[in-house]
Nanobody
Framework: QVKVVESGGGSVEAGGSLTLSCTAS??????????MAWFRQAPGKEREFVAT????????YYTTSVKVRFTISRDNAKNTVYLQMNSLKPEDSAVYYC??????????????????WGQGTQVTVSS
């Protein structure tokens, strides 16, 4: 069974940086071929797409609000996906979730493209 677990959340001041990690608790045969993504959800708001990356690292998508500040990457040898977050703003505060889904989704920015989800890690940005 493949499960994903997020880590790296915490509290930072506006303008600071954090790197989130998402690691498989047990390596599965299909993990390296999964499309991976980060979503986030703030209190009282819907879960929103943040970034996604395909298995070969050849294609990425970002939501507009983070496009110039965040970078998604993956290290398949370590079974780990990262989200490098720079120039953090208070509005970035949310629980961040890692997700994994089958290859070749037509719309990898939609939550329905993913069938495995982590427990979430809290990111709090103060002003």
């Amino acid at each position: 069974q493949v499960k994903v677990v997020e880590s790296g959340g915490g509290s930072v001041e506006a303008g600071g940086s954090l790197t989130l990690s998402c690691t498989a608790s047990k390596t599965g045969a299909t993990f390296m071929r999964y499309t991976m993504a980060w979503f986030r959800q703030a209190p009282g708001k819907e879960r929103e797409f943040v970034a996604t990356i395909n298995w070969s690292r050849s294609t990425t998508y970002y939501t507009t609000s983070v496009k110039v500040r965040f970078t998604i990457s993956r290290d398949n040898a370590k079974n780990t996906v990262y989200l490098q977050m720079n120039s953090l703003k208070p509005e970035d505060s949310a629980v961040y979730y890692c997700a994994a889904g089958p290859m070749n989704s037509i719309s990898p920015w939609l939550s329905r493209a993913y069938d495995t989800w982590g427990q979430g890690t809290q990111v709090t940005v103060s002003s």
